[in-house]
């Protein structure tokens, strides 16, 4: 593993897709082919890149797919260890969310070896940042009860001042 001087001399592969003309992207950070990192110093190295693809009003989602061994049947499989959805706003702490979102991710893959199954950490594939846009629901315009549905006086005709 290289030393935490290096960290800014590692050439990262990234790339990205969005769809709905920007609505959703998707960025994925691949970790040099010739170096192997546990998922905690990974995490930490590319938090700085993974930050600056967060926008403010976003939802995001982080997901760390590793390749997994079961040494008992000598079996390597590709599995991802995703976190829950978080909203970006303008308020919002980024290194608090990173925090949050890291510890996730690390306690999923925790879980994942704890149940018993034999699975071992083995390397990182890639690491992907998924984000769509949030826009919050908001009222709308009132719209008046048909004549025929407010004669009958048994529906509330709801207006709201705003």
């Known amino acids: 593993m290289k030393s935490l001087l290096d960290e800014k001399q590692l050439k990262f592969d990234e790339s ?3 769809a709905l003309k920007g609505f959703a992207t998707q960025h994925r950070i691949k970790p040099p ?5 546990d998922p905690k110093t990974f995490l930490t190295i590319v938090k700085q890149k993974a930050m600056e693809k967060f926008k ?3 939802k995001v989602r982080l997901v760390l797919i590793a ?14 260890f995703q976190s829950k959805s978080k909203i970006i706003l303008k308020a ?6 990173w925090n949050e979102v890291m510890e996730q991710i690390l306690e999923n893959i925790s879980i994942f070896q704890m149940k018993g199954s034999g699975w071992t950490f ?6 992907e940042i998924h984000t ?8 709308g315009i009132h719209v008046p ?5 407010a004669s009958k006086k048994a529906l509330i005709d709801m207006k709201f001042k705003s």
């Open 16 to 18: 990205e897709k969005s």
């Open 33 to 37: 082919q010739n170096i192997t990192f």
């Open 56 to 58: 403010t009003r976003t």
């Open 67 to 80: 390749r997994m061994e079961q040494i008992t049947k000598s079996v390597i499989e590709i599995k991802n």
């Open 92 to 97: 919002t702490n980024l290194n608090e969310l």
């Open 122 to 127: 083995h390397s990182i594939v890639n690491f």
């Open 132 to 139: 769509v846009g949030y826009k919050p629901l908001r009222g």
């Open 145 to 149: 009860l048909p004549k025929f549905q």
